[in-house]
């Protein structure tokens, strides 16, 4: 019996399907089931493969001919030029200006966001070479879903640097036109700039999800792993069961499988990046609150000449 109640996708709020990859790890219990194995752990195996090809296209590009940026440089790259664009303005103000708080914010995040990229180049290149020794048995493929695990959630915390040195740029643009007066600058191209903001946004959604097809796949090995670590069928609350012909009779001959299987905590729902969620809505707040306390402060000084 195998309830698949708590395997889905969803596409809309109303509409769920399932993803190829949940098929498969529907597919991979009848395997095991069928006495199957090789074939379990040959899907164990070509997930992380896809997983390390993943890592690959983060520092490669996926059309070399068409000479596509690889995100990660990419990404590098159209931040380089925004900031560029940004600083000749920013440069020519006073360290007391409204804007050095979140510029200093903008540097000390690119800085860290650097320096986690040449980590995360390490590692992978780290993994790449043990990966050519990586052996197909239940065992070494559970050891190599754990050693993996590090990298994977890496590509999470690089995808939170990237949000975040963008946000915070947006902020800097936004304050440097609010409060500093900057579309009247010379210094200030305002074209370039708003250009030069949307290839950075373009960059970073492709950085991330790259980054985030990294972690799908890790996740996938490791959802047939921990449910099945030594590559045979075994009951699972709330997923499979075996039943015999006297516990169908004991329930009355039904064949819902949520009679046996028990109940499982829902799937976590790979579209929402709960993390990320967060992560907008604190830079949204340190911008509204920085907007709160300039009206403060304009609210004062037309009250003190109104002599209230």
Known sequence: MIDGRNIYRKLTRKIYDFSPEQLLNLLAIVWLYRGQPER????????????????????????????????????????????????????SLDDTAAHADIRRQVFENMVSLNDGVAGFQAAVEDVEDSWQRQKKTAVALNQAVRRLAPLAEKSRELARQADTVFKLAGRLIEVCEAELDARSSSLWNGREIARARKAADAARQALVEQLKRVRYFH??????????????????????????????????????????????????????????????????????????????????????????
């Open 219 to 308: 996740k996938q090995a490791a959802w047939l792993t921990e449910r099945f670590p030594d590559g045979n069928l075994c009951d699972v609350e709330g997923l499979v069961k075996l039943v015999d012909r006297a516990e169908l009779e004991a329930n009355d001959w039904s064949l819902t499988p949520g009679r046996y299987v028990g109940v499982a905590p829902e799937e976590e729902d790979d579209g929402f990046d709960f993390e990320e969620a967060l992560r907008e809505i604190h830079v949204e707040l340190e911008g509204l609150n920085a907007e709160a306390a300039e009206l403060a402060a304009r609210i004062s000084r037309n009250f003190k000449e109104l002599g209230i």
């Open 40 to 91: 379990f752990l040959d899907l164990v195996f070509g997930y992380l493969q896809r997983m390390l090809d993943e890592l690959g296209f983060c520092f490669q590009p996926r059309n070399s001919e068409a000479q596509e940026p690889s995100p990660l440089w990419g990404n590098t790259t159209t931040l380089n030029n925004l900031f560029a664009c940004i600083d000749p303005f920013t440069d």
